[in-house]
């Protein structure tokens, strides 16, 4: 009977020492599984930001990865506008560059166009003035000892007594009827064309030509009518009257009373 009790009491024992170890061994293992959420949690969040190195190191991957690419991104702005603001002010320079080039460009050829017209017009001017001398030289030379004797007598005849203006005068227009076209082209045809000059059909002329032939046309008159004369046949146009110059190149016409006329020297009217 004790020893029924006895064996008893010891699997009792037995059995609730067996109960406390597996009581135990449960509650381990149920640590053990809390520590592993918590160290599945850790590793979850580590993968938000954070990455377990084989050591056992913890690295911030997120805020490196996010710096890296913010820095790289930035960089490449940063060039991007860089290179950008570049080629506009090269682009901007070249076109500065061209504009100044085309202003001078035009400028130059606006010189060199007035240039070339003011050469033009100073070689034309010159070439009238060279074309005129020839003329006049060619008309000095030109006239004979006849021609001479004839137009003498003539202005004589017409305003020997005028002033020596209003002989050269007279001189000029015949000289101006010669060179005209629309008269004789001769000294001799224009004084002597019918209907024209009084003195050549009057007798006057003649009268005074035989003086000049004879040696007596001497007269301080008669000497002016020479000069007179001369000056024409030279190529002479221009008359002094009132202290300015008069260009007779154009008169075709005198008289002592000519309708319509624009001058008047002396006694005589010209047109």
Excluded: W
């Amino acid at each position: 009977m004790k020893f029924r009790k006895l064996l008893l009491c010891m699997i009792t024992g037995i059995v609730l020492t067996g109960f406390a170890k597996v009581y135990t061994y449960a509650a381990e293992d149920n640590i053990v599984t809390e520590d592993t959420k918590v160290q599945d949690t850790t590793v979850n969040a580590s993968t938000d930001g954070q990455a377990v190195a084989d050591n056992g190191t913890v690295s911030d991957t997120t805020n490196t990865d996010s710096s890296v690419t913010d820095g790289e991104s930035t960089d490449a702005v940063l060039g991007d506008t860089t290179g950008t603001s570049s080629e506009e002010g090269n682009d901007s320079a070249a076109e500065a560059a061209e504009a100044k080039k085309a202003a001078e460009e035009k400028a130059a050829k606006e010189a060199a166009e007035k240039k070339a017209a003011a050469e033009k017009a100073a070689a034309k001017k010159k070439a009238a003035k060279e074309a005129a001398a020839k003329k006049a030289a060619k008309e000095k030379a030109a006239y004979s000892k006849a021609d001479l004797r004839l137009l003498s007598a003539l202005i004589y005849c017409e305003a020997n007594s005028e002033s020596y203006n209003g002989k050269l005068a007279v001189g000029i227009v015949v000289m101006n009827r010669k060179r005209s076209g629309a008269y004789p082209d001769t000294i001799k045809g224009v004084i002597y064309q019918k209907y024209q000059f009084g003195p050549a059909t009057n007798g006057a002329l003649s009268k005074a030509l035989k003086r000049y032939d004879q040696g007596k046309f001497t007269s301080a008159a008669q000497k002016a009518c020479i000069k007179a004369a001369k000056a024409a046949l030279s190529g002479t146009t221009t008359i002094t009257v009132n202290g300015s110059k008069k260009n007779f190149s154009k008169y075709l016409y005198f008289s002592g009373s000519l309708k319509g006329n624009t001058l008047s020297l002396g006694n005589h009217e010209f047109k």
